[in-house]
């Protein structure tokens, strides 16, 4: 799925999403990773929604969002609900959707200028 054709100035932008992988600018990711408008963080070590823990989301909140995506793969999966906690006690919205609407959110956020973190889920 194509998302993006022109590129945004000031910030990482996703240009494509399949099941796979994602597209950031020009560079194909196949594990997952942590995207911010300043910053990519890869080889987050999650590869499914049941390996999310505490250490995954500590590294989302090293990055202060006010907003955190996390996209859960090819379909909209809900982790347990205290280990987004630590995200909600400190004010920071949570979303959770499939890739593709992680994807098409966080570049209408990032283009905002607003401070996003997404969190994508890939196979490996």
């Not at 999650?46 to 379909?75: C, F, K, M, S």
């Not at 004010?91 to 973190?117: C, F, H, P, Q």
């Amino acid at each position: 799925m194509q998302l993006i054709h022109d590129r945004a100035e000031g910030h990482f932008f996703i240009r494509a999403i399949r099941d796979d992988a994602v597209v950031i600018i020009d560079r194909e990711l196949r594990a997952s990773f942590l995207i911010a408008p300043d910053r990519i963080v890869e080889a987050w070590p999650i590869a499914r929604v049941d390996d999310l823990d505490a250490a995954a989301v500590q590294t989302i909140l090293e990055l202060n969002p006010e907003v955190a995506i996390l996209g859960t793969g090819r379909r909209q999966q809900f982790p347990d609900k205290a280990l987004l906690l630590p995200l909600l006690r400190q004010g920071i919205g949570v979303e959770v959707m499939d890739n593709s609407a992680a994807g098409r959110t966080y570049n209408l956020l990032a283009g905002e200028g607003r401070k996003v973190v997404a969190a994508f889920i890939l196979p490996g």
